[in-house]
């Protein structure tokens, strides 16, 4: 029974409505007026005739329309399947390509890839490559070793006594704020001249080093001066290196006295405010310094921490976690009389980017108040290290305590937790100027294998929260040739431009004597590292032979991926490593889970699996299948693994004939190069090349235009065997030239693409090869040029049937421009050959849908009519079923499709919104499309995303917020003698010395000074077909003003055919769907940490050696100023600002050497 149409206000059932208006297809406002005065004519199936509009006309009022029932929509689908399916089969040429494949079976070869043995050649590659860098790693580090053993101290080494390249020197000079006199220090330094070199990515010298010195360290000091003189011979290792190995990228070695000596020599990429780096800081020299670490921090909050301390203490608690790596795990505590953690983490957790963010965030809110208590503050620390129930380093495990001072040294505790054997070590830190006994500290410090600091000001909170790696480095030092092993870091950003690199490590030890009884030297010299760039890994990985979805990956012990497809961060910070887990790299699944951690433990493995995967435009979902293959990469901590659809298990080779290839002519005598010549373009179609490697000396063009002339003009000198070329990519274009202008031949060129309302046909293959006909069409053409990075033709391999894809708009944007009826709609398939049982896909075709024209056709599909020429008659009386075309006034027809993004609609009104997510059109239907489960929501993350930096606000970098005393305090004698008087006055003057500490963010002051955006999280959002299958109609309960709709999948395609009500009521707004991408902050990192993905450390730990020599564990005195100084010193800073002098930092008294 048909159920009748509603008016809004009027329960259900109603009064039926009357026929309505016919709107004509200049309805649209402003559509007549704009459009071309000449234009094809429409097919006569597209227009109706005026006369038959009459009897819809005649008699207002006497009949009645009520909603189509569902045998009617039913009827509707199929009518729109067929035709949808008779275009592509005249115009696709599905078939037709089939039989041209197979009538030049001659010219190809079917190959296969072999998942195992294929992987297995990769791994294999990887590791001999590798293995070379390792190489070239060992003879640095012994000769380091070496050199600085026979090195003699000298006491009075002067800065004219060394000569070398300073790599921050020509910044220096050019920097008008810098004084003559820092510019006279510079006499000593190199100048060099620097070519160009693309494997650098940079201007070299290959003849010398370079020297990079962090802005906070002294140049002229004896430790400094002394390095700078046993280093210099490193120089020569390092030519000799490259000579032996050409590829060598940046070789380096970081001192542990702050010194980087890298080769070859190129200047330093000064950032426009102060130069932060600090080698003792990077990922890799982190990484290769020390045994991962389980570490406890912390911070002293009793009431006697003054303003300025505590802000020295949070600044300092920043700076520590800043030297943790992915390796360590870490909490943070504050204590007074009792200890709690800073944040929502109540145990250990793995110090990550996105977990020391949280800590840092959390540390900005401490507040003092209260007394001293030690012993609550070491309790929680010893009892977080010793929970056993949770994932962490089980490595080293150290306690670091900032504190302003304190009488009490909980002798009780230590005896009950780490005595006798003393396997935490504690670090204490007396943070800020004051007059307390330092002993206490000390001793907790000495007596715990740890070591004592002072932080008087924020001058020494880099220098020393990073000293505490030379403690945990003696077990390692001591352990010898043992420790003597070769690391490989996360995926990081190069200091110095080359892009992405991972880097080996190697420790060098002091191999010196140390002290009249020749003790063994504790002392780490630093860390050698040399680089690998991913791109030089990427090369040895098969590509264009694995399909458009096929992929090669690989991850690190952290799960962490160091070769992904997906692997693209938009923007990086040199200060953290690029942390993409394989899990977010991809949609995670309980199956990927399960191959994550088979990876990392090391094992061989291969699973098929079903999944879903995310279009290249990250608009769409698709549930495919994907065998994944694996094996571990010896001799390092990665594993490799292998992607591949059932489809691509085969490809195609092109075999050129002997004769031709025994021609030695150039490419372009061959007999389907013309194919490729634009002359060719006005009868065969416009042709795009893929921008791929084909030979050696092809200029690269971002312009395909371009870049296809370049490749003619090669072609031109090229034979089809040259050594310099890629003779798979080559012939594989040669071949699919022809094979697609065969297609032209035989299809496209007889056929009137206007009596089908269509723009232009196209076909893309394997091969790289894109042929869009007629010729004029590729004007409009948008699509990549390359086929394996283009949204259609990879969705098109993984779905069966007709692909459509609407244009994409932005909702953000102007509407979609109708002007010139270019606007098209896309409608792809793959063609799958099937060659002696072999099944494969090489390439897609499809048509491009007038959509203004495909609309009106739309309507006429979706009505009643039972001849082309005759619309519905609904005579007095009489009831009849609404349709799309005569009641679209009344009846809102859409075609939707996977993704929920608008294709088609018989509302004129809407067709400058086509491409857009339904729910932006009609929000309510939307929802009840998605409660109805014909769509499913998918949300992920993507952490690699670059954000607009937020507007500059109160809560800046710490030095905006500088302790400002009041009058009272002025007035009161007793503030000019605190300890926050004396320390005001030391970080004002340090803030002179360092001028822009009151004004630089710390995080702009680092890094690439191009950079305007950050790093950031945002939220996506997309939506897939759900469960449902069938015609289902249903009801939009709201009152008065419920709708009735009706939804049916169009069988082999991706869209959805969607007949409602149209709403007349505004009473039941529905919430908006949406699915756009949206910032945020991400996961609750508070519930992700009770979850921790499965990670394994680095194999070995050096946390321990009997023979370790814990004497040295620093020394420092009380300072209790006078209140004379105090005095005139705080007068004379408010009386007067003096000139900036120049910073005399010098390094840590425990370097000497």
């Known amino acids: 029974m048909a159920v009748p149409a509603r008016t809004c206000g009027a329960s259900r059932p109603g009064p039926v409505r009357t026929a309505l208006r016919w709107p004509g297809r200049g309805s649209r406002p402003g559509l007549s007026a704009r459009r071309p005065a000449a234009r094809p004519p429409r097919p006569l199936s597209l227009l109706l005739p005026p006369l038959l509009l009459l009897p819809l006309l005649a008699a207002p009022g006497a009949s009645a329309y009520s909603f189509p029932q569902q045998h009617t929509m039913q009827h509707w689908a199929r009518r729109l399947e067929q035709e949808m399916d008779g275009v592509m089969r005249i115009f696709g040429g599905v078939q037709q390509l089939r039989e041209i494949y197979k009538d030049n079976r001659n010219l190809f070869e079917v190959q296969e890839n072999e998942p195992q043995k294929l992987v297995e050649k990769v791994a294999g590659d990887i590791e001999s490559l590798l293995d070379r860098k390792v190489q070239a790693l060992k003879r640095l580090a012994d000769a380091a070793e070496n050199f600085q053993k026979a090195h003699h101290w000298q006491d009075n080494i002067k800065e004219e006594d060394i000569t070398y390249y300073d790599a921050k020197a020509d910044a220096e000079l050019d920097d008008p704020e810098r004084d003559d006199v820092e510019r006279g220090s510079k006499a000593s330094t190199l100048r060099l001249d620097f070519v160009e070199d693309s494997n650098f990515k940079n201007k070299v010298n290959y003849s010398y080093t370079a020297v990079q010195i962090p802005t906070d360290i002294y140049k002229g000091s004896t430790v400094i001066l002394n390095e700078l003189n046993w280093t210099e011979a490193l120089e020569n290792v390092f030519i000799e290196n490259r000579r032996q190995d050409p590829t060598l990228l940046w070789q380096v070695f970081g001192s542990a006295t702050g010194v980087t000596r890298y080769y070859p020599a190129t200047p330093w990429r000064a950032p ?25 921090i912390i911070v002293d909050v009793s009431g006697s921490v003054s303003g300025l301390t505590l802000k020295l203490m949070k600044t300092s608690v920043c700076e520590m976690l800043d030297t943790l790596s992915d390796d360590d795990y870490v909490n943070v505590a504050s204590f007074n009389e009792k200890a709690q953690p800073v944040s929502c983490f109540t145990h250990l957790v793995q110090a990550n980017v996105r977990n020391k963010k949280v800590f840092k965030e959390a540390v900005q809110g ?50 009950k937790y780490n005595w006798p054997n003393r396997t935490v070590r504690v670090f204490t830190f007396s943070v800020g100027q004051h007059n307390y006994d330092v002993t206490p500290l000390q001793w907790m410090a ?61 420790p060098v030890f002091n191999l010196t004597q140390d002290g009249p009884g020749e003790k063994k030297n504790q002392l780490i010299l630093g860390v050698m590292g040399i680089d690998v760039a991913l791109n030089d890994i990427k090369r040895l990985t098969p590509n264009y032979t694995l399909g458009a979805n096929g992929y090669v990956f690989a991850i690190d012990l952290n799960g962490y991926v160091l070769l992904h497809p997906n692997l693209k961060p938009q923007t990086t910070n040199f200060r953290e490593p690029v942390t993409l887990d394989f899990l977010d790299a991809e949609l995670e699944d309980e199956n990927k889970e399960e191959i994550r951690r088979s990876m990392i433990d090391g094992n061989k493995g291969h699973k098929q699996i079903r999944t879903l995967v995310k279009s290249l435009d990250e608009r769409y979902i698709d549930e495919v299948m994907r065998n994944y293959t694996w094996v571990p990469i010896r001799s390092t901590n990665y594993s490799l693994g292998l992607v591949l659809p059932p489809y691509s298990t085969f490809y195609l080779q092109a075999n050129l004939s002997d004769q031709i290839l025994q021609v030695k002519l150039p490419i372009s005598k061959l007999k389907d190069f013309e194919f490729l010549l634009p002359s060719s373009f006005e009868s065969e179609g416009h042709v795009f090349i893929a921008p791929r490697e084909y030979c050696k000396d092809l200029n690269a063009s971002d312009n395909n235009t371009e870049f296809l002339k370049n490749f003619i003009e090669l072609m031109e000198k090229v034979t089809p065997d040259s050594k310099q070329c890629n003779n798979f990519l080559l012939h594989n274009l040669i071949l699919d030239t022809g094979i697609t202008q065969q297609l032209v031949e035989r299809v496209w060129r007889d056929q009137d693409l206007n009596t089908y309302s269509l723009l232009a046909v196209f076909a893309a293959t394997d091969g790289g090869i894109t042929r869009v006909f007629p010729n004029k069409a590729a004007e409009d053409w948008t699509e990549n040029p390359e ?17 459509f894809k609407p244009p994409q708009q932005d909702v953000l944007l102007r509407p979609l421009e109708l002007e010139n009826d270019t606007v098209g709609i896309l409608v792809s398939t793959a063609v799958e050959l099937s060659l002696g049982g072999r099944t494969l896909r090489p390439a897609v075709v499809g048509v491009k849908l007038d959509l203004e024209a495909w609309a009106e056709k739309f309507k006429v599909l979706a009505s009643n009519r039972t001849h082309q020429e005759q619309p519905q008659k609904c005579g007095p009386n009489s009831h009849c079923e609404m349709d799309c075309e005569v009641n679209n006034e009344d009846l809102l027809c859409v075609l939707i499709d996977d993704g929920g993004f608008l294709v088609l609609s018989n509302q004129n009104h809407q067709w400058d919104q086509v491409g857009r997510f339904f729910s932006e059109v009609d929000a309510n239907l939307m929802l009840a499309l998605y409660n109805n489960s014909f769509y499913t929501r998918k949300e992920s993350y993507d952490y690699q995303a670059a954000c607009a930096p937020l507007p500059p ?55 690439n000074p191009d950079v305007r955006e950050s790093s950031c999280v945002m939220k996506q959002t997309q939506y897939y077909f759900g469960s449902v299958n069938a015609s289902y109609n249903a009801i939009i309960d709201c009152g008065n003003c419920s709708r009735l709709f009706h939804a049916q999948r169009l069988t082999n395609t991706n869209l959805l055919f969607v007949v409602a009500e149209k709403p007349l009521c505004s009473q039941c707004e529905a919430g908006r769907l949406l699915q756009k991408e949206t910032h945020s902050d991400g996961p609750e990192q508070c519930e992700l940490v009770q979850r921790p993905r499965y990670r394994r450390g680095p194999h070995i730990c050096f946390d321990y050696n009997a023979t370790e020599d814990t004497s040295d564990c620093g020394r420092g005195a ?35 050497l």
């Open 272 to 296: 426009k405010k102060i130069d932060l780096y600090d080698v003792r800081r990077r990922p890799w020299y982190i990484q290769g310094a020390s045994s991962p670490k389980d570490m406890v």
């Open 366 to 415: 401490m507040v003092a108040k209260g007394t001293t208590g030690y012993k609550a503050g070491f309790e929680y620390a010893f009892d977080q290290l010793q929970n056993s129930n949770i994932t962490r380093a089980n490595c080293n495990k150290v306690i670091m305590m900032f504190t302003d001072g304190g009488e009490d040294r909980v002798q009780d505790v230590f005896e």
């Open 446 to 506: 000495c007596t715990n294998k740890g070591y004592y600091f002072e932080i008087p000001s924020i001058g020494a909170i880099r220098i020393n929260t990073q000293e505490y790696l030379d403690v945990l480095g003696r077990p390692m030092v001591l352990a010898g040739k043992e420790a003597k092993q070769v690391q490989w870091t996360n995926v990081y950003e190069d200091a110095l431009g080359l892009g992405l690199v991972v880097t080996g490590t190697l």
């Open 787 to 803: 086929p394996f990075n283009a949204s259609f033709y990879r969705r098109s391999l993984d779905n069966h049937g007709y692909v």
């Open 953 to 1007: 606000g109160n809560l800046g970098a710490a030095p905006r917020g500088i302790f400002v005393p009041t009058i009272a305090d002025f007035l009161n004698l007793a503030w000019w003698t605190s300890a926050a008087a004396w320390s005001l006055f030391q970080q004002l003057l340090y803030g002179l010395i360092y001028h822009s500490w009151f004004h630089a963010d710390p995080a702009e002051a680092e890094g």
């Open 1118 to 1152: 009380s300072f209790p100023p006078s209140l004379g100084v105090l005095v005139s010193l705080q007068l004379l800073l408010l009386l007067s600002l003096p000139p900036r002098p120049q910073p005399q930092v010098r390094a840590h008294p425990s370097r000497r």
